[in-house]
């Protein structure tokens, strides 16, 4: 008689065996790979903590400040990691079954290889849902505002308001940088000019704003609006001096970064700057990633199964282990080698963006469908 298991909610006479098993094999899964994740982002945590022990002491940046800057790059570290830790996961979990022969349990109730991996899928789509979450919604505006709050503390002279926009002030001269919004999908640079007496001298709007090393800024395409006793004087500047004397890393805050963008406007914003004329390729690459690497999730999580069920599965947990993390890290370094040579090679941004994923579905399909 070989080893009788144990499965939670599993009595006689109680629901469909079938689906009990499913759910017992969907649980093991969901929970090794969140085991693996934890792991590898503890690993991601203390990396960006290392990073940011050269700028600890810079102005007021001190060690709760990095320690908020790692706590506020949690999101993004996670949606970074999670195809690979879904992989590490999924393998670490239908290992343990295999150890126990409750994989042999799983076949003898029912569940086929097949059904297997019907039940990876749905929890590799669940854990993609997660990650849609964290990587167009949650982790860019926290993204954001790390950002922020880093440069504000090495830097001062600055501040941010609700919406995300930054506010820059050089003696009589307030600078404000909006993000990127449904009706200004390339955000927007406003001019604020102070009088002698404390009220409100001129106002103007420009395009983009730019720091030289000598600490002076200017805008481009600058229409202000000066205020007189007897009128309002209009003019319009191709060039026109900002500020002086403010630390030009301050930029940063008004630089529109992919990174910090919701997917929603990270695709407005390409679509601007295409109506515009102007180069998008490294914002379409950064929101197609994106949305390759959700779908890359419950890839990775099905291409677990051959490597227990099927024609990958002669070795040890010890191989199989180092075999996902070879592949993971395989996809992972062709996907930023693309992302960032394909500029130089002239390919597409879509084809960038979904090459890496499109051939780890191609190879998950070969070495399933041999799968008995």
Same mark, same amino acid.
């Given at each position: 008689?070989?080893?009788?298991?144990?499965?939670?909610?599993?009595?006689?006479?109680?629901?469909?065996?079938?689906?009990?098993?499913?759910?017992?094999?969907?649980?093991?899964?969901? %929970?090794?790979?969140?085991?693996?994740?934890?792991?590898?982002?503890?690993?991601?945590?203390?990396?960006?903590? $290392?990073?940011?022990?050269?700028?600890?002491?810079?102005?007021?940046?001190?060690?709760?400040?990095?320690?908020?800057?790692?706590?506020?790059? $949690?999101?993004?570290?996670? =949606?970074?990691?999670? *195809?690979?830790?879904?992989?590490?996961?999924?393998? /670490?979990?239908?290992?343990?079954?295999? &150890?126990?022969?409750?994989?042999?349990?799983?076949?003898?109730?029912?569940? #086929?290889?097949?059904?297997?991996?019907?039940?990876?899928?749905?929890?590799?789509?669940? +854990?993609?849902? =997660?990650?849609?979450?964290?990587?167009?919604?949650?982790? *860019?505006?926290?993204?954001?505002? !790390?950002?922020?709050?880093?440069?504000? @503390?090495?830097?001062?002279?600055?501040?941010?308001?609700?919406?995300?926009?930054?506010?820059?002030?050089?003696?009589?001269?307030?600078?404000?940088?909006?993000?990127?919004?449904?009706?200004?999908?390339?955000?927007?640079?406003?001019?604020?000019?102070?009088?002698?007496?404390?009220?409100?001298?001129?106002?103007?709007?420009?395009?983009?704003?730019?720091?030289?090393?000598?600490?002076?800024?200017?805008?481009?395409?600058?229409?202000?609006?000066?205020?007189?006793?007897? =009128?309002?004087?209009?003019?319009?500047?191709?060039?026109?001096?900002?500020?002086?004397?403010?630390?030009?890393? +301050?930029?940063?805050?008004?630089?529109?970064?992919?990174?910090?963008?919701?997917?929603? !406007?990270?695709?407005?914003?390409?679509?601007?700057?295409?109506?515009?004329?102007?180069?998008?390729?490294?914002?379409?690459?950064?929101?197609? &990633?994106?949305? @390759? &690497?959700?779908?890359?999730?419950?890839?990775?999580?099905?291409?677990?199964?051959?490597?227990?069920?099927?024609?990958?599965?002669?070795?040890?947990?010890? !191989?199989? $282990? =180092?075999?996902?993390?070879?592949?993971?890290?395989?996809?992972?370094?062709?996907?930023?080698?693309? #992302?960032?040579?394909?500029?130089?090679?002239? /390919?597409?941004?879509?084809?960038?963006?979904?090459?890496?994923?499109?051939?780890?579905?191609?190879?998950? %399909?070969?070495?399933?469908?041999?799968?008995?």
């Amino acid at each position: 008689m070989g080893p009788k298991a144990r499965w939670p909610g599993c009595h006689a006479g109680r629901g469909d065996p079938v689906r009990i098993l499913r759910g017992y094999l969907f649980r093991t899964i969901l %929970g090794t790979t969140g085991l693996v994740l934890a792991v590898l982002l503890s690993l991601g945590a203390f990396i960006e903590f $290392m990073g940011q022990l050269d700028d600890i002491g810079v102005g007021e940046y001190g060690l709760l400040d990095a320690l908020g800057w790692v706590l506020l790059q $949690m999101p993004t570290i996670v =949606a970074q990691l999670l *195809p690979v830790a879904a992989l590490l996961g999924a393998l /670490l979990g239908l290992g343990s079954l295999a &150890s126990r022969s409750e994989l042999i349990v799983l076949r003898s109730g029912g569940v #086929s290889p097949r059904g297997v991996a019907r039940t990876v899928l749905l929890t590799g789509i669940v +854990l993609a849902v =997660a990650g849609t979450a964290l990587s167009l919604y949650l982790a *860019p505006p926290l993204e954001r505002y !790390a950002r922020q709050q880093r440069e504000l @503390a090495k830097f001062g002279q600055a501040g941010i308001s609700a919406g995300g926009g930054a506010w820059i002030r050089d003696r009589t001269t307030i600078l404000n940088v909006t993000p990127p919004s449904d009706e200004h999908p390339a955000g927007n640079v406003y001019v604020f000019r102070v009088g002698g007496d404390g009220g409100l001298a001129a106002i103007g709007r420009a395009d983009s704003v730019r720091a030289e090393p000598d600490r002076r800024w200017f805008l481009r395409n600058h229409a202000e609006s000066r205020f007189t006793p007897t =009128a309002i004087r209009t003019s319009v500047t191709k060039e026109v001096l900002a500020l002086e004397g403010v630390n030009p890393e +301050l930029l940063g805050l008004t630089v529109i970064r992919e990174e910090t963008m919701t997917g929603a !406007a990270l695709w407005r914003y390409v679509q601007y700057l295409k109506r515009s004329g102007l180069e998008a390729r490294n914002y379409e690459v950064a929101f197609w &990633s994106r949305i @390759a &690497s959700i779908f890359a999730v419950p890839l990775m999580c099905v291409l677990a199964v051959p490597f227990v069920l099927g024609p990958l599965r002669s070795g040890g947990s010890g !191989a199989r $282990m =180092a075999a996902g993390l070879g592949i993971g890290l395989t996809w992972f370094l062709i996907s930023r080698t693309l #992302s960032d040579g394909g500029e130089v090679w002239n /390919l597409n941004a879509i084809v960038t963006a979904w090459l890496p994923t499109v051939l780890l579905a191609m190879a998950t %399909g070969v070495v399933l469908s041999r799968t008995r």
